[in-house]
Structures are given as C-alpha cells and as structure tokens.
C-alpha cells in the first residue's frame, strides 16, 4: 500500500517515512505541493499533507484532488502546526479524512493511518448499489431516485424531500463524515436559509423513519454525520 507524505520539513519526512514503512507501507515523500502534484496521486491509497507550505497550501493542494476525480477518493490526513477549531473545520470541510497537530507522536500517526486506511476499504466495499433503474440498496434500503421513493425492508416510507434527499446522500457516501455545512450544501435550496439545528431535526426524523436502520446514521461530536453500510 502506498502512501504519499508531503512536508516542507525533510527531517520530518524521512521520520514518517521511516515509521511508516516499518509498518509495511511503501512511502514517498515531497516538500512542497508543486513536487507532490507531479507524481501519479492516483496510485496512492493515502495522503499526508502538511497545510503550510510555500507557494501552494495544503489546502489547495487538497482541493485540486478533490475536485480531479481521478484523486478524489483519496483519503487525506493534515499535519499542521496550525491551531484552532477554524482550521480543523476548514480542512474538514475540503474533504480531509483526518488532521494530526504538530509536534507529531509517531505511535497516535501510525494509529490514525490505520483507522483512515481501514475506514476507505470499508466504504469501498461497503454493501451499497446503484443499479441502472436508479435504485440505490443497502440491505433492507431501497432509494429510488427516479420514482423518488424510499422503502425499508419491503415498506414504503412517507419522506419529505428534505428526508429523500439526505438517505440518498448518505447511501451514495457511506463511511464518510459530512458536517452540517456539508449536508446544507449538498441536500437543501440554495435560495433557502436554515440554521444547523435544522440538519439535526431532520436527521433525528430520517433515523426514526428508516426503523432498525437508524443507528447506522453516525454522529461523530465535533464533525457532524455519517452513513456506515
């Protein structure tokens, strides 16, 4: 398994490198963004990416593979002296998978590696379909997206677009956090303006429809939601 580590420090790189490939990964490494951006990132199964760097952040550096499909499913972790809930929620919300503070401890790096690894195979695998009719299942879940419909082990459920719109996100993404940004973003009107408490309502309803089903919508305090198939 290769993972791409990018720092502008090369001490801490060849640390990381180092520890990493002790655990088995194949490791490279760059310092900067502009030498990271030249490499095959499609053939990497994780990131580590530092956000203060040179002429290009990290940040944007995670937003250009991101926004590449060929990249976009690549799971990142921030390693940053940056401090402040702004900044987590900020790289969160580009689409980092997790973010680790400077001065980093080799022991909490390589466990946070492990659990981002083994949370990408999981929603890789992860028992959902879509099938050429639109339908998109996750064991007893049906979504239907043309009929805008949804049924729960054979029962047709009264939804509120709001409802439909959220459990097809969450089908579509399993094992991903979204935070409550995110969910605004992407499942309600544009030209509507809602507080966050909002996403929190309607989740509590969508468990409450989707019966037995309803644990699988995760709360991850600090973070906001996600959908484990």
């Known amino acids: 398994m290769k993972i791409l580590v990018v720092d502008d420090e090369q001490d801490l790189c060849e640390i990381l490198q180092y520890n990493l490939e002790t655990e088995g990964y194949e490791v490279t490494t760059a310092n900067s963004a502009e ?4 490499l095959p990132l499609q053939e990497y199964s994780l990131v580590l990416l530092d956000v203060m760097m040179g002429e290009t952040s990290g ?11 060929a990249t976009a499913g690549i799971p990142i972790i921030f390693i940053t002296a940056l401090e402040g809930e702004d900044n987590l929620v900020k790289g969160l919300n580009i689409g980092a998978d997790d973010y680790i503070a400077k001065p980093l401890g080799m ?10 690894i083994r949370r990408a195979a999981q ?20 979504v239907d997206e043309h009929a805008k419909s949804v049924t729960v082990d054979g029962r047709e459920l ?15 993404h399993p094992g991903r956090v979204y935070s409550r940004e995110d ?3 992407r499942c309600w009107p544009q030209d509507v303006r809602v507080l966050d408490r909002t996403v929190d ?29």
């Open 158 to 172: 009264m939804c509120t677009k709001l409802e439909f719109e959220l459990l097809s996100f969450f089908l579509q």
């Open 35 to 38: 030498e990271a951006m030249a």
């Open 59 to 69: 940040f944007q550096m995670a937003r250009n593979m991101k926004s590449n499909p």
């Open 123 to 142: 929603s890789q695998s992860a028992p959902t379909a879509t099938d050429s009719d639109g339908r998109i299942s996750c064991e007893g879940i049906v």
């Open 107 to 116: 022991k909490e790096v390589k466990a946070r590696v492990k659990a981002v």
């Open 201 to 229: 309502v309607n989740i509590t309803r969508l468990r409450k429809k989707i019966g037995r089903y309803g644990d699988r919508i995760k709360t991850r305090v600090g973070y906001g939601y996600c959908f484990e198939a």
């Open 183 to 185: 969910l605004l973003k």
